[in-house]
């Protein structure tokens, strides 16, 4: 079994929804969420929802897979400065060699992988393009 449920249960929230946490003493805005700030150090931080979309800093292709990724072929990476001002590598989804850095890019769930064994399949936050929406 290469999917666990109870890793996937306990992470769906910022797995599902894009969850950061915001820092109120100094308005920092981390991601992955965090319990105390790394720029002042306060715990007092609250959770926020990122918006999901932002702009496309740089890729990179992967021909490489590991099991249960082999369908996804080449697979890019996209490194994503958010909206909110945060930098995120994430993968992105149907895009091509046409890919340009500074497209805009918005998140969507999509399938990851899945469990042949077990027939459990993992979905995730990808990155698709923006259609209709010009280059910054
Ligand atoms: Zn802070």
Redesign the pocket.
């Known amino acids: 079994m290469k999917i666990f449920p109870p890793q996937v249960w306990r992470n769906k929230e910022t797995m599902y929804r894009l969850i950061a946490t915001k820092?109120t003493?100094?308005g920092?805005v981390m991601f992955p969420a965090r319990n105390v700030?790394n720029?002042?150090g306060?715990t007092k931080v609250t959770k926020v929802k990122l918006s999901g979309k932002g702009t496309l800093v740089s890729y990179t292709v992967n021909y490489q897979s590991i099991p249960g990724m082999e369908k996804v072929q080449p697979s890019y990476i996209g490194l994503i400065k958010l909206d909110e001002g945060i930098e995120i590598v994430a993968p992105l989804t149907d895009v091509d060699e046409n890919l340009r850095d500074g497209a805009r890019v918005e998140a969507t769930i999509r399938r990851i992988r899945a469990d042949s064994t077990n027939g459990l399949i993992e979905y995730g936050v990808k990155f698709r393009l923006v259609e209709n929406e010009p280059n910054r």
């Open positions: 820092c003493s100094c920092n700030c720029k002042c306060s």
